[in-house]
């Protein structure tokens, strides 16, 4: 079965600079989510996407900007990059027409700012 | 202040046993429960949920038990495989987004 599908898987940034990752959700999935998992850390919410609309903040800084096309794929943009922005990012899909709420995750891009 | 607790950092079981995984929660209003396994460098994978209209469910080795009332609940795995070695994430949602809890590192040792 298809699964969640991020880009790039590994990403290697200097201070100040951009980034932006990428994430495909399992086709026919219509809400899209991104999560920051620091080392030793539990993932931690960052911003959500229902139908191309943003649905719900997290603890996304004002640096950080997202969106979600009209294909369902959404975009994570990351500027003036620190190096405590260095971590797993993880978006994640699901299907509230489907009526349930198990969130399906993607293999992560790893963040390395230097 | 944690919402979702698990207390546990490890645990160690022997192939066969019974793996016990803990998670506490400290608001109310959540209305769905699930566990994930993650493996080091990948995605969190969905194994289980349960809503809060019910205190337990199963499917196969794995079974989630949910006590409301004392805002508990617990993955089950038996018998337990070396295979099921990872780290084990509960989470619990309202409204769409999940808070996760640290995760309790599960060895299973042959």
């Known amino acids: 079965a298809a699964g969640v599908i991020q880009s790039p898987r590994h990403l290697i940034k200097e201070k100040r600079e951009t980034a932006t990752l990428k994430c495909y959700p399992i086709p026919r999935h219509d809400t899209v989510y991104w999560y920051q998992q620091g080392p030793g850390q539990d993932p931690q919410f960052l911003i959500s996407f229902y139908e191309k609309m943003q649905s719900d903040k997290g603890s996304i800084p004002d640096r950080f900007s997202a969106q979600q096309f009209s294909d369902y794929h959404s975009e994570l943009n990351m500027s003036s990059l620190e190096l405590g922005d260095s971590a797993l990012y993880f978006c994640?899909?699901?299907?509230?027409?489907?009526?349930?709420?198990?969130?399906?995750f993607g293999p992560g891009t790893r963040l390395t700012v230097t | 202040d944690q919402q979702v607790k698990q207390n546990s950092p490890s645990l160690s079981v022997q192939e066969g046993r019974i793996s016990i995984l803990n998670c506490d929660y400290t608001n109310s209003m959540f209305d769905y429960f699930l566990w994930y396994k993650k493996y080091p460098a990948e995605g969190p994978t969905f194994l289980i949920s349960?809503?809060?209209?019910?205190d337990k469910n199963e499917d196969g080795r794995f079974t989630v038990f949910l006590n409301k009332s004392a805002k508990h609940l617990s993955l089950h795995i038996v018998p337990s495989q070396p295979g099921d070695s990872a780290v084990y994430f509960c989470?619990?949602?309202?409204?769409?987004?999940?808070?996760f809890g640290k995760g309790t590192k599960l060895s299973v040792k042959p």
């Open positions: 989470a619990v949602g309202s409204q769409g987004n999940l808070i």
């Open positions: 349960i809503s809060s209209i019910k």
């Open positions: 994640a899909s699901s299907s509230r027409m489907v009526g349930t709420y198990e969130q399906y």
